[in-house]
């Protein structure tokens, strides 16, 4: 672009984070005694990336436009005034990130920002810290929480001991036939995925025993599929269940492990777009996509949720190969043309030709919209590019598929073909957690609480109307009936946890009681009707009180239904939301220090 306009860009930028530091260094410098030196020195993360980058002299940097810089995080994301007085200063803080938001914003739509990389060579690894992280922090002093948590621990031990007696090694247990469950996302074959997937659950419920002996299994494990993987499914499970196992043991053999998986996915990205495929044999290294998904399209859902674990994978291991490939999906779709600012679901990765018209928040489009919000919290609120992307998608989102029933209960449909289907999915149920965990830092804090609140009462509805107590996988919102599933192939539950984790942000964010009233409700509903003998099975209909169970405990009951029911009855402590981010199977990484 011509000089003068680059030059007029830096002055803007410069003189915006000038104004920012001197007005933090003006109202926030604490008074002696507010200084809290116990939490200074309690980053577990922090140390010893600070003392790595002291030391590099090296770092390669590819700078294409200032506009992607990252944005610096200058509050701490523990900071907490003490004195009253800051209050107002504090609020001020805010209106001037949102400004350095909205800078951000303004530099994008004029000058069309390529990938902006700063990472350590290969030789040098970012170590995390040298402790192993304290699962016994956050425990409650409240006996009748105490009491909640221990039953959920127990549910854990259920579901672990019937895994290891009758499935050591499958990807997942069969607790009524007592035998091994294997699925097409993991090539029908034995990988594990219950192992690895379990591996930070029992970590933070303290569980040590059965934790080392999940470590032994991983000292040995080679995924050997013959058949197609899942990049997506390996991603989120594997490479980010041995990525967030590593965060917390500080045991190196995890991060080799998540590596040596990623790697095994790296042809699937060998596209026009760099948008991958969705499947890869780790044999051949063939890819392709599944046949079903609009002439050979990949999934909005699955290519948009690698960007947590690539990055993590960039930051431990100093590769920026990782990085890069996700940095280039999201500079291609940042870039390309969207209609109406909608997603579709659906996207060729050789031409870029979306494919249906089809718009979800639910199956095949959810965490897409997920990982921008948490790759703008990953990196410490620096990354303003996912931020100003994720702001927009869920502008889109708001004004096309989010709807109010008859009954009044909100709800996020599907659209296709310009058309608004007043049905929602269980999946789409974990949206309420998503919009109040990106209501600070929003135009309208007050509007994404109150949207996060309603949407999860509509998704207890869906749960309290159904004589189990447990919701099905997809319900609608007709006049007659609402907020219920009608159709046969839309009442079952495979054990999902996407309403109990909008519970547990709800709980975080507001501390309101019913949150864990809640989630008590569904944990007793999965101990009445779901828990077997040798652990846990799914309901082929949540609405016949004559059980028929599918007999398949899925992976993602002990990484997320489990989890997040032990954390909604635990103190903040335990996984501070400011100091960790959770990928979308519920395995947290450490957020980026400052």
């Given at each position: 672009m011509p000089f003068f306009r680059m030059k007029h860009t830096f002055l803007v930028i410069g003189f915006c984070l000038f104004v920012v530091s001197c007005s933090v260094t003006f109202f926030l410098m604490p008074k002696a005694?507010?200084?809290?030196?116990?939490?200074?020195?309690?980053?577990?993360?922090?140390?010893?990336?600070?003392?790595?980058?002291?030391?590099?002299?090296?770092?390669?940097?590819?700078?294409?436009?200032?506009?992607?810089?990252?944005?610096?995080?200058?509050?701490?994301?523990?900071?907490?005034?003490?004195?009253?007085?800051?209050?107002?200063?504090?609020?001020?803080?805010?209106?001037?990130h949102q400004k350095a938001i909205e800078d951000a914003r303004n530099a994008i739509e004029h000058q069309q920002p390529t990938t902006t990389l700063a990472v350590l060579p290969a030789d040098d690894h970012i170590q995390i810290s040298d402790r192993k992280y304290d699962f016994t922090r956050g425990a409650p002093t409240d006996p009748d929480v105490i009491e909640k948590r221990e039953a959920i621990k127990k549910m854990m031990q259920v579901a672990w001991n019937g895994y290891k007696k009758y499935a050591w090694g499958a990807s997942e247990l069969r607790p009524i036939s007592k035998g091994r469950h294997t699925t097409n996302i993991f090539g029908n074959a034995d990988t594990g995925a219950t192992i690895v997937d379990a591996l930070d659950t029992l970590y933070l419920m303290g569980m040590t025993d059965e934790f080392e002996e999940a470590k032994k299994f991983i000292q040995t494990l080679r995924i050997s599929a013959r058949s197609d993987l899942?990049?997506?499914?390996?991603?989120?499970?594997?490479?980010?269940?041995?990525?967030?196992?590593?965060?917390?043991?500080?045991?190196?053999?995890?991060?080799?492990?998540?590596?040596?998986?990623?790697?095994?996915?790296?042809?699937?990205?060998?596209?026009?777009?760099?948008?991958?495929?969705?499947?890869?044999?780790?044999?051949?290294?063939?890819?392709?996509?599944?046949?079903?998904?609009?002439?050979?399209?990949?999934?909005?859902?699955?290519?948009?949720?690698?960007?947590?674990?690539?990055?993590?994978?960039?930051?431990?291991?100093?590769?920026?190969?990782?990085?890069?490939?996700?940095?280039?999906?999201?500079?291609?779709?940042?870039?390309?043309?969207?209609?109406?600012?909608?997603?579709?679901?659906?996207?060729?990765?050789?031409?870029?030709?979306?494919?249906?018209?089809?718009?979800?928040?639910?199956?095949?489009?959810?965490?897409?919209?997920?990982?921008l919000l948490k790759t703008w919290l990953l990196s410490g609120k620096k990354d303003a590019t996912a931020r100003v992307m994720y702001d927009d998608a869920v502008a889109a989102l708001e004004k096309y598929i989010v709807a109010t029933s008859q009954g009044g209960f909100t709800y996020v449909g599907e659209y296709r073909n310009n058309r608004l289907e007043p049905k929602m999915g269980h999946l789409a149920c974990f949206s309420g957690g998503m919009f109040a965990l990106g209501a600070k830092g929003s135009k309208d804090e007050a509007h994404f609480m109150d949207l996060g609140a309603r949407i999860a009462e509509t998704c207890h509805e869906s749960y309290d109307r159904s004589p189990t107590k447990l919701g099905p996988e997809s319900f609608q919102f007709n006049i007659d009936r609402e907020v219920t599933a009608i159709k046969q192939n839309d009442k079952y539950y495979i054990l999902r946890p996407e309403v109990i984790e909008t519970y547990f942000y709800m709980w975080r964010l507001t501390k309101d009681e019913k949150y864990r009233r809640w989630g008590w409700e569904a944990a007793q509903a999965l101990m009445k009707n779901c828990q077997v003998e040798n652990g846990f099975s799914g309901l082929r209909d949540v609405y016949n009180i004559n059980l028929v169970r599918d007999d398949v405990q899925q992976s993602f009951f002990l990484a997320e239904t489990l989890k997040y029911l032990y954390l909604l009855f635990s103190e903040d402590d335990l996984v501070n939301l400011d100091e960790w981010v959770f990928n979308t199977e519920a395995h947290p990484f450490p957020v980026q220090s400052s």
């Open positions: 005694d507010e200084i809290d030196l116990p939490a200074m020195f309690d980053h577990r993360h922090g140390d010893s990336h600070d003392n790595v980058r002291k030391d590099i002299g090296d770092v390669v940097a590819e700078v294409d436009q200032i506009t992607n810089d990252p944005i610096p995080n200058l509050i701490p994301n523990d900071f907490i005034p003490k004195d009253p007085s800051h209050r107002s200063e504090m609020e001020q803080m805010e209106k001037l899942s990049v997506f499914e390996v991603n989120i499970r594997f490479v980010g269940g041995l990525l967030s196992a590593y965060a917390m043991s500080n045991d190196h053999i995890f991060l080799e492990k998540a590596k040596e998986i990623a790697d095994m996915l790296l042809p699937a990205f060998n596209t026009n777009t760099g948008i991958p495929y969705a499947l890869v044999n780790p044999s051949t290294g063939k890819v392709h996509n599944w046949n079903w998904a609009s002439g050979g399209s990949s999934i909005l859902s699955e290519f948009g949720t690698l960007h947590l674990e690539f990055a993590m994978l960039t930051q431990y291991t100093g590769e920026p190969v990782y990085l890069e490939k996700v940095m280039r999906i999201r500079d291609y779709l940042q870039n390309k043309d969207k209609d109406r600012g909608l997603y579709m679901n659906y996207i060729n990765p050789q031409s870029g030709a979306w494919g249906h018209r089809h718009v979800s928040l639910g199956a095949l489009g959810d965490s897409f919209y997920e990982y």
